[in-house]
């Protein structure tokens, strides 16, 4: 899952984009843009920074500069994947807000520099504003997404998606620690052995793990189960496949369901089996 930066158009401040099709971009990659996605139709995986979760019909996300992320869609026979799609320039959006008017502005670049999304309960609140846009010119269209990013700003149910310690030392242009990375995020359900990550970053495994640390404020074993937990979530949260507490525990990368439980509990603060019977 190579890391790309994506080059934006400049012709606009806010960018409008309507996608349907098989399935969404899988690209794993970033831009100075916010960038705002609104799921008409579709589900999959939503991988945002260290976040490994799930996106369905009606979700809407707000992700910030330079935050990695992809949209994994789920693909059968009958799949259509539809998105509304808004990017946001932050030069723009920073300028705009020394206009006391707009100083929401800097509230909503802020909450989403990890990634956010907007509670359920309150999305399907957004939908009018969205499905506007496409019969919108470009001026009243621009002046729609600002009275949307402004409506973020009133909405305080909403969920941040990335941690804090990885959006902190995450630098783009860091190959050596983004290689690593995207690694882990391809390699996760699987074995991932320190010595052929640490040779990948050219260091003996006592150097990578106090790089790694240093890089992350995460030991790397610490870093991988957080993935793994991440991934076993959205299978304990997808009520549709009825997914097992085995099922998670392995599909996520865990050989010992002892050692997931002891780990889950660890990072959440609850066993699977209590998670599970959460509302989300």
Same mark, same amino acid.
């Given at each position: 899952?190579?890391?790309?930066?994506?080059?934006?158009?400049?012709?606009?401040?806010?960018?409008?984009?309507?996608?349907?099709?098989?399935?969404?971009?899988?690209?794993?990659?970033?831009?100075?843009?916010?960038?705002?996605?609104?799921?008409?139709?579709?589900?999959?995986?939503?991988?945002?920074?260290?976040?490994?979760?799930?996106?369905?019909?009606?979700? /809407?996300?707000?992700?910030?500069?330079?935050?990695?992320?992809?949209?994994?869609?789920?693909?059968?026979? !009958?799949?259509?994947?539809?998105?509304?799609?808004?990017?946001?320039?932050?030069?723009?959006?920073?300028?705009?807000?020394?206009?006391?008017?707009? !100083?929401?502005?800097?509230?909503?670049?802020? /909450?989403?520099?990890?990634?956010?999304?907007?509670?359920?309960?309150?999305?399907?609140?957004?939908?009018?504003?969205?499905?506007?846009?496409?019969?919108?010119?470009?001026?009243?269209?621009?002046?729609?997404?600002?009275?949307?990013?402004?409506?973020?700003?009133?909405?305080?149910?909403?969920?941040?998606?990335?941690?804090?310690?990885?959006?902190?030392?995450?630098?783009?242009?860091?190959?050596?620690?983004?290689?690593?990375?995207?690694?882990?995020?391809?390699?996760?359900?699987?074995?991932?052995?320190?010595?052929?990550?640490?040779?990948?970053?050219?260091?003996?495994?006592?150097?990578?793990?106090?790089?790694?640390?240093?890089?992350?404020?995460?030991?790397?074993? !610490?870093?991988?189960?957080?993935?793994?937990?991440?991934?076993?979530?959205?299978?304990?949260?997808?009520?549709?496949?009825?997914?097992?507490?085995?099922?998670?525990?392995?599909?996520?990368?865990?050989?010992?369901?002892?050692?997931?439980?002891? /780990?889950?509990?660890?990072?959440?603060?609850?066993?699977?089996?209590?998670?599970?019977?959460?509302?989300?």
């Amino acid at each position: 899952m190579k890391l790309h930066f994506l080059h934006k158009s400049t012709a606009s401040h806010i960018q409008y984009s309507a996608t349907e099709g098989k399935e969404f971009l899988k690209l794993w990659h970033y831009h100075p843009e916010l960038e705002m996605v609104y799921i008409v139709q579709g589900r999959g995986t939503l991988y945002v920074g260290d976040f490994i979760g799930h996106f369905e019909q009606d979700n /809407i996300f707000l992700l910030g500069s330079n935050l990695p992320h992809m949209f994994d869609s789920d693909v059968n026979q !009958d799949t259509v994947s539809k998105s509304i799609v808004l990017h946001f320039n932050p030069t723009y959006l920073d300028k705009l807000g020394t206009n006391h008017q707009f !100083d929401f502005l800097h509230y909503v670049t802020g /909450i989403c520099e990890r990634g956010m999304m907007i509670d359920r309960s309150q999305s399907k609140s957004f939908l009018p504003l969205f499905n506007e846009l496409a019969k919108m010119h470009d001026m009243e269209r621009n002046l729609q997404a600002l009275r949307i990013l402004f409506k973020v700003s009133q909405n305080k149910n909403y969920s941040k998606l990335g941690s804090t310690n990885w959006t902190e030392n995450f630098i783009a242009h860091d190959n050596r620690l983004n290689k690593v990375l995207e690694y882990i995020m391809m390699h996760f359900k699987g074995v991932i052995d320190l010595e052929t990550v640490a040779d990948m970053a050219g260091m003996n495994k006592s150097s990578f793990c106090r790089y790694f640390k240093q890089k992350t404020n995460k030991t790397f074993v !610490d870093y991988v189960n957080n993935v793994r937990i991440n991934y076993a979530c959205r299978l304990l949260r997808d009520k549709g496949k009825k997914n097992s507490i085995s099922l998670a525990c392995f599909e996520s990368g865990f050989n010992s369901l002892s050692y997931f439980n002891r /780990i889950f509990k660890k990072h959440l603060g609850c066993a699977p089996s209590e998670y599970m019977g959460q509302e989300f």
